[in-house]
């Protein structure tokens, strides 16, 4: 993944929605997409740096085929960014990953907060049935900007 020289934080931060997801934002996005149960739950959105990208698509999108990454400027939402540990009851251990971004702002998430969306989809090789990531990524390097 591409890294910033900035120390100060991530130019960019993401948001993985499956293609399963109501009204998926790939054409206009609207003003306010609708919340996963996730985020509901928890009562702000999860995101992730682009360091972060692969695990997440692996521990929450491993049968999904193809996701959306919603692209969001860090720096227009620090404000309302928490940097917090990942609960490990929800998908275990995450390694060293480090603290998740979490955007707490009332769970509004649309067209004023998301910079761009890339489709990323899941790769199949011989032998992977249900295919992997890793290509994909590999094609996404570059729009995975930290």
Not at 47 to 54: C, D, G, K, M, N
Request: charged share 25%.
């Amino acid at each position: 993944m591409t890294r910033m020289s900035d120390s100060s934080g991530p130019t960019y931060i993401y948001k993985l929605v499956p293609s399963s997801a109501p009204d998926p934002p790939f054409d206009e996005l609207p003003e306010r997409l609708p919340v996963s149960d996730l985020d509901k739950n928890s009562g702000f959105i999860h995101l992730s740096t682009a360091r972060q990208v692969p695990g997440t698509l692996k521990f929450f999108f491993a049968d999904d085929p193809k996701v959306y990454v919603l692209r969001l400027r860090y720096d227009a939402m620090i404000s309302q960014i928490r940097w917090e540990d990942p609960k490990a009851e929800v998908c275990g251990p995450r390694g060293d990953e480090g603290m998740f971004p979490h955007l707490y702002n009332g769970l509004n998430l649309g067209r004023d907060e998301i910079e761009g969306v890339y489709i990323i989809e899941k790769t199949s090789c011989e032998g992977d049935s249900g295919g992997n990531w890793d290509e994909a990524l590999k094609k996404a390097d570059s729009w995975l900007v930290y």
